[in-house]
């Protein structure tokens, strides 16, 4: 019932306005991450019943938003008349899919293992994890330009000002890289402390938080191509 239900949804919705359920699947997106947010924080603070929860949640979200990205899909392969190529909007979605994806990865690496570190460690994963969040929501933001885009014909104005946050997410993308660089010495200088097994779970945690922004600016660089060559 759920299935039909946002199939049903994002086919209305597509047939008003083909990047409305873009917009649908990047808010998804940044769901799941703000869910991960919620996720690494319940880590850090030993609550492990929260970490549970909180993965069940954001795999509901990643399959909601597997329903979407299927759906927008399969209307792309009809005759429907797009303002941008067909082939560019697929592959701006796809890494856009992967911020889901990476954050539901990242929330069972979690279930995985109780975190054993120190205070500058645990505050190291918060901060990351803010970076990440702050790229992500800053994305979200970007795509959401996409249907105002539609409604100005892509005026010169409207399409400076997305591609600006264009620009914004590409430096968020970068501090999250530095952050990220910065805790993973952290966690080499704590190995005898973390062991083998500690100190590989961490940096597959600290890669999969970083891959997530990562994502949010290949995405972001995709779109830029896209409306530059509408």
Not at 60 to 80: G, N, P, V, W, Y
Not at 130 to 136: D, M, N, Q
Request: net charge negative.
């Amino acid at each position: 019932m759920i299935k039909k239900e946002y199939i049903r949804s994002v086919l209305n919705i597509f047939a008003k306005s083909p990047f409305k359920p873009l917009g649908m699947h990047a808010n998804k997106a940044g769901e799941a991450v703000r869910k991960l947010s919620e996720s690494v924080l319940a880590y850090c603070e030993d609550d492990m019943e929260r970490v549970e929860q909180l993965n069940h949640e954001i795999d509901d979200i990643e399959h909601e938003a597997d329903m979407i990205k299927q759906t927008i899909r399969s209307e792309l392969s009809s005759s429907i008349m797009l303002p941008v190529n067909a082939s560019d909007l697929l592959s701006f979605l796809k890494p856009q899919d992967s911020i889901t994806d990476d954050a539901q990865e990242v929330s069972y690496w979690l279930t995985l293992r109780r975190l054993e570190a120190s205070t500058d460690i645990r505050e190291g994963f918060l901060k990351l994890m803010e970076k990440t969040l702050e790229t992500v929501e800053i994305y979200e933001r970007l795509v959401d330009t996409l249907s105002e885009l539609l409604e100005t014909s892509f005026s010169k104005r409207d399409v400076e000002e997305t591609l600006a946050l264009v620009v914004e997410v590409e430096e968020m993308e970068h501090q999250v890289d530095i952050v990220e660089k910065k805790l993973i010495q952290k966690v080499f200088m704590e190995e005898d402390a973390l062991g083998g097994a500690g100190v590989y779970h961490l940096v597959q945690l600290i890669t999969g938080i970083g891959n997530i922004a990562d994502k949010a600016e290949h995405a972001a660089d995709r779109l830029r191509t896209m409306v530059m060559r509408r």
